[in-house]
């Protein structure tokens, strides 16, 4: 079974500039999450989507970040215009309901 | 919110030692404890998970467990191997209000060196 499939691996944009990461859950999983991962630290959930409907997106930095999930399967989740502060690693990850959450290996973003 | 406190940060071992790292939380709701394992470069991999209906699991070298009491949680590996060598992070989980889902709350990471 293929695993969740995050591209690019690596994202390296000038501050100002915008930038998207994509994100393609394990087959059959409804949910899909995205988090952000700074160095040293770990996961902190962006936003949560059950199929088309995002339900948790408290944490989303809304002035500059936007997610969507079109059809319920893949999803983009876009930053525009990205800061310094926002280098970090981009995690998607997929769940059956409620179940085990299963990482992609997530795209490292360098905002210079 | 939850609150996940995760210690120790840095872990040393000799191969063959055990390792445990320790977890608490602060929601007293929180009802889905997993652990992951990180290596360089990949995203988190659930290694075990325990929910607060049990106490303690296990998973050939891999143990994990749970005191609702006291709000805290361990992870324990026997016999270590150097490629145990990775971040590890608890997280704490719990269902909101009758619906399917749970919001995870990570730890800040401990890393684990196994030392041949």
């Known amino acids: 079974e293929a695993g969740v499939v995050q591209s690019p691996r690596y994202k390296i944009i000038e501050k100002k500039q915008p930038v998207a990461f994509w994100c393609n859950p394990i087959?059959?999983?409804?949910?899909l999450y995205w988090y952000r991962q700074n160095l040293g630290q770990g996961p902190e959930l962006l936003i949560r989507y059950e199929n088309e409907e995002a339900v948790d997106d408290s944490q989303l930095p809304k002035d500059r970040f936007s997610a969507e999930r079109l059809k319920g399967v893949d999803s983009t989740l876009k930053i525009q215009p990205a800061e310094l502060g926002d280098s970090a690693v981009y995690l998607c990850a997929s769940s059956l309901g409620r179940a085990e959450q299963f990482f992609g290996p997530g795209t490292r973003l360098t905002v210079l | 919110g939850e609150n996940v406190e995760q210690h120790p940060s840095t872990l040393s071992v000799q191969e063959g030692d055990s390792a445990v790292i320790k977890c608490t939380y602060s929601d007293s709701a929180s009802n889905y404890f997993p652990w992951y394992k990180q290596e360089l470069g990949k995203g988190p991999q659930l290694i075990i998970d325990i929910r607060s209906n049990v106490g303690e699991k296990k998973d050939q070298r891999i143990a994990v467990t749970l005191n609702k009491t006291a709000k805290h949680f361990s992870l324990h590996i026997t016999e270590t191997q150097p490629e145990d060598s990775a971040v590890y992070f608890c997280?704490?989980?719990?269902?909101?209000?009758?619906?399917?889902?749970?919001?995870?709350?990570f730890g800040q990471g401990t890393i684990l060196t196994v030392h041949p």
């Open positions: 087959s059959g999983h409804n949910t």
């Open positions: 997280a704490a989980s719990s269902s909101s209000g009758g619906t399917s889902y749970g919001k995870l709350t």
